[in-house]
């Protein structure tokens, strides 16, 4: 009767005992399989990030490259110089301008876009899911160098607007039109990510839903506003934060179209710390690049707290 009663619990005790081995086993081979990519990214982004932080609290500039441990730790005194650089704060507004522009019409024409693909267009879909893809897939460089000779004074955009009687403005030579110019091809470029983005989404939403509100008499119009659009909140989402990561960081259009003018007028953040390291300013440049990272951090956050799912 003993060895009745005290079998059971010993055969379960064998029994946990070989899955917690089995579990171990398997955490051994993940961790096998994994440790090739942790080393390789503790090596080239773990270290040089915390490497980058440090700096941004030294004086280190190219002519300390040769005694890194001999430079001074000056505290916030490169994030204090940075708020005090006029440059830079121009660069900063020029960036919220590009961002706030930007981001809203990149969300607007691709959703558009999408909506047409999804409901209008059926029989050249894929014609046009590849026409408008088109432009994220082309070299930056490449775009902008084309972009550029269209948005000259005698342009492509000016020629057209010249037909109507139209006096086209210098694009890239204006202070007040160099902006928009970079938005324009911005959102022209980026456009097309958001449309496959958002035809996932909508093709996502159940077409009984949209029957519901079709025979409860809703309007076209208050389909998409009370059903599609709520819905669509967790995909909005996800194409606004790429873009914000993506739009904060602006800077080959700039680089090659305007070289951050006219009068300063397409600076952006992460040109100005592109020319800080041209410099020699390791220091100061890595502090303004952390600056660029706190802000992508809090736009990201606030547009979690804005367009997040009420579920």
Sequence with gaps: MTATLTSPPAASSRRRGGQRRSITGQNRVA???????MIVFTIFMLIPLAASFAMS???????????VFGVNFVGLEQYIALFQNQQ???????TAY??????????????????????GITRFRTAFRVGFYIPVVTSIVAVAVVWRFILQDD?????????????????????????????????????????IICLAGLQNISSEVL????????SAW??????????MRPTL???????????????????????????????????????????????????????????????????????????
């Design 31 to 37: 961790w096998t399989f994994a440790l090739p990519f």
């Design 57 to 67: 609290f030294t004086d280190l500039t190219s002519a300390d490259t040769d005694n």
């Design 88 to 94: 830079f704060l121009r660069s900063m507004l020029n």
């Design 98 to 119: 590009f961002v706030v522009i930007g981001i809203p019409l990149t969300l607007v024409v691709g959703l558009a876009l999408a909506v047409a693909l999804n409901s």
């Design 155 to 195: 342009g492509l955009i000016n020629s057209g607007l010249a037909l109507v009687g139209v006096d086209g403005p210098d694009w890239l030579h204006d202070p007040v039109w160099a902006m928009p110019a970079m938005i324009l091809l911005a959102v022209w470029r980026n456009a097309g990510t958001i449309m």
């Design 211 to 218: 029957e519901a509100g079709m025979m409860d008499g809703a």
């Design 222 to 231: 208050t389909r998409f506003t009370r059903i599609v659009l709520p819905l």
């Design 237 to 311: 989402l996800l194409g606004a934060i790429l873009l914000s990561v993506g739009y904060l960081q602006f800077f080959d259009e700039p680089f090659v179209m305007t070289q951050g003018g006219p009068l300063g007028s397409t600076l952006s953040v992460t040109y100005f710390t592109f020319n800080q390291f041209g410099f020699g300013k390791y220091g100061y440049a890595s502090a303004a690049s952390y600056v660029l990272f706190v802000a992508i951090a809090l736009l990201s956050l606030i547009q979690f707290r804005v367009l997040r799912s009420k579920d």
